[in-house]
Structure formats: C-alpha cells, structure tokens
C-alpha cells in the first residue's frame, strides 16, 4: 500500500510541451513579427521595358550552324520562327579562351531573336596559337562562313548592315577587321562595339620580359576603319585584368573616324543593392545556350578570366541589360536604321542612364571619358604583380 502511494504521488501532471518549446514560443513570435516588417531586399532593374536591351523579340526561335575547323572553326546563328527574307550580320569575336558561344550565350540569343546572323568565328584552336595569327584566322573564317551562307538560301545577308562587336583580345580583333575591312574582303561594317579590349602584350611595367615573348596584335593606325562607322569603346571601372589604357590607344588611332561619331564610356560599379553590379572583366560574359537562351551550369574558364570566376560571373544582370546589350542595340538602330542618336553616343542622359534599384534609386550611370589626352602611366586598375611574401613556419 505504500508502495502504491508513493508511485501515484510521484506522477507529475500531463505536459503536452516541454519546458524548453513553452519558454521559445514568445522568441519565435517576435523574430516572425519583426521579419515580415524588415525592410524587403534592395534588388537590380530589371531589362528595359521597350526599345534598346529590352526582350521585345521579333523572332522565338534561333537555329545554329557550324563551318570550319581549327583556328578557323565558326558558329552561326540564325534567326527562325519566322524566318527573315534578309537580315542584318553581326561579327561576335570572343575573349582569349573563350573558345565556345556558351560564353556569351545570352548575349548571342538576344542579338539574334531580335533580328540579326551572328558569326562567331573561332580564332584559337587551343591556348597554344599565336596571337600573331589570331586576326587573319578570324577574317578567314567569317569569309568562309559568308559563302556558305550566301549558297543556303533565306535569310539573305544584308551586308550594308554589318556590325562587329568584340569583348577583351576579341575587341581589339574586331578593330583590326574593321581597319581595312574591303582589303580583307569582308564586309565594312556600321558600327562597331569595342568591350573593355586587351593587347595580347602585357604592358605593365613590372614584367617587362614577358611583354618581349608576347607578340602584340594592336596595329599602330586605324585611319582603315570607314569614316562614317559609329564607334562605342567601353572599360570597366573594377577592370584589373586590362584596364583602360587599350581602350584609349584604340580610341586615339582612329583618326578616320570623327569624334562625335566615337565615345569612350567607362561601364561603373554599384554595390546599393544585392546582388550588387560589379564592372569588372568578367561582367560582359553570360554564359548560356545560345540556342534556347537557357543560363549555363559551368562556370567561366579561368583562362578567360585571368582568375577563377566565381557565382556572380557568368549570371545576367542589369550590367548586361542597361550597358552592354543596351549601348549595342542602340548603336546599331542608329547605324542602320536611322535612330536617334542619343541613346548610343554624346555622353548625354539618354546613353549613361542605367535603371533604378527596386528601392528607386537610380544606378550609377555611365561615365564618358576624355581620351584626347595619351596615357603614360598603367590605369589605376592595372593588375598588380607585386611577389607575394611567403609566410614563414616558427
């Protein structure tokens, strides 16, 4: 009988919760109150609703052709669905190592659902071929290209409505395509977008010896180049790969091109926002399908970059639509249509302007730059090869 007592007075009362749930209920309460009133994340524009960088197709589908081997292999992309009678051609030459239209896949499927045959010659079979040979490998294979797409039928080339467009060693390729481009038997083009180029030369002072093994493919004149072309050369403001330098070389040596029909914009950086815009080397790729338009899993190589990319290279965002796709889109309206031409040139609001944050504040805008002046010292941007200093054991 005692024993009995003593089991039963030894019952505690039923407790649907322990102790430690009934004592967090009031923590939890407050941390759900006070995140459904915090401030919502400060995120990028989106593309522009009309006009220049916008999604306003006029065409679904892109199909894709390949020509060629070697240095001299070639992707063309055309546009379908509906088929065009005659189109635009836009020559796209890629970054060194950046063999592969995954690259700037976006950028590609943007161009040609908007109209326009893209040929991205390949100017480098592997990472060993000569730079001194990169330009005529590029010439070659986009005369190849044009014949045979001269015999396949619809769409027709239009070639009074040409542009080239080049990103990194590919800038500086297409400078030199378009200097002289009735000498190389390639079509001259309207326009020509000039993406942060670097010399094949490194031209840092500090490695002097790798400058004298490294053959360089800027050419000295580009008085070549057609006066009425419409030029647009860009640098990246957080660029440590290559700077501006190249930039202002290339700008001052076209003297065939007036000045009002050339400018010099500096693409700048904004961390207002998550994720911020970062105008670096890496900013013009977007590594996707070119086809479907379909972002990419793989990251950048490192060899186009110069370093490893990380998640934030290779994405799409308001950089490529406000900057890049924008400036070129509004280039060539205004080379091959008749546009105006504020939106591509001048340096005015029209040009500069690169959307608002969701928080309404408006992104940094572009910069016009003074390049009338030459440069002697290495851009503040120049990539540094200072010797690291090893850490020693104790």
């Not at 190849?144 to 467009?165: C, N």
């Not at 105008?279 to 379909?294: E, F, Q, S």
């Not at 370093?307 to 205004?334: C, K, N, Q």
Request: with cysteine.
């Amino acid at each position: 009988m005692t024993d009995s007592r003593r089991v039963i007075q030894s019952k505690r009362p039923f407790q649907p919760y322990p102790a430690v749930l009934r004592r967090s209920v009031p923590v939890i309460l407050f941390l759900k109150l006070w995140v459904s009133n915090a401030p919502a994340a400060v995120t990028q524009p989106g593309p522009p609703a009309s006009g220049p960088g916008s999604p306003q197709y006029r065409h679904a589908a892109v199909r894709q052709l390949e020509f060629g081997s070697g240095d001299e292999q070639c992707w063309v992309f055309v546009p379908e669905n509906p088929t065009p009678e005659s189109a635009p051609l836009i020559v796209f030459l890629h970054g060194w190592g950046g063999m592969q239209p995954r690259f700037y896949g976006a950028w590609i499927h943007h161009l040609v659902r908007r109209g326009a045959v893209v040929v991205f010659p390949r100017y480098q079979a592997t990472f060993r071929t000569s730079p001194a040979g990169m330009t005529d490998h590029a010439a070659a294979a986009v005369r190849g290209a044009l014949q045979k797409l001269d015999r396949m039928g619809p769409p027709r080339l239009d070639l009074q409505r040409t542009a080239f467009v080049g990103h990194s060693l590919g800038a500086v390729i297409a400078c030199n395509l378009a200097n002289g481009a009735r000498q190389k038997q390639l079509p001259v083009p309207r326009c020509l977008l000039v993406v942060q180029p670097g010399d094949s030369r490194p031209e840092h002072p500090l490695v002097p010896r790798l400058a004298e093994r490294i053959p360089s493919i800027v050419e000295k004149d580009y008085s070549g180049i057609a006066p009425d072309t419409l030029v647009l050369l860009l640098a990246g403001e957080d660029d440590r790969i290559v700077g501006a330098d190249t930039a202002r070389r290339l700008f001052r040596a076209m003297t065939s091109v007036p000045l009002a029909d050339r400018n010099l914009l500096l693409v700048r950086s904004d961390r207002h926002g998550d994720p911020p815009l970062t105008a670096d080397h890496l900013a013009p790729v977007c590594n996707a399908d070119p086809v479907t338009g379909k972002p990419g899993d793989r990251r950048p190589r490192r060899a186009l970059l110069g370093r490893r990319g990380g998640p934030e290279h290779g994405r799409i965002d308001a950089l490529d639509w406000w900057a890049y796709w924008r400036l070129f889109d509004a280039l060539t309206d205004a080379a091959w249509q008749g546009a105006p031409r504020d939106r591509a040139l001048g340096g005015g609001p029209e040009q500069t302007y690169m959307g608002k944050w969701s928080d309404g504040r408006p992104v940094t805008p572009l910069k016009l730059l003074d390049a009338s002046s030459p440069t002697t010292q290495p851009s503040r941007n120049a990539p540094s090869f200072r010797k690291r200093r090893l850490p020693t054991r104790r």
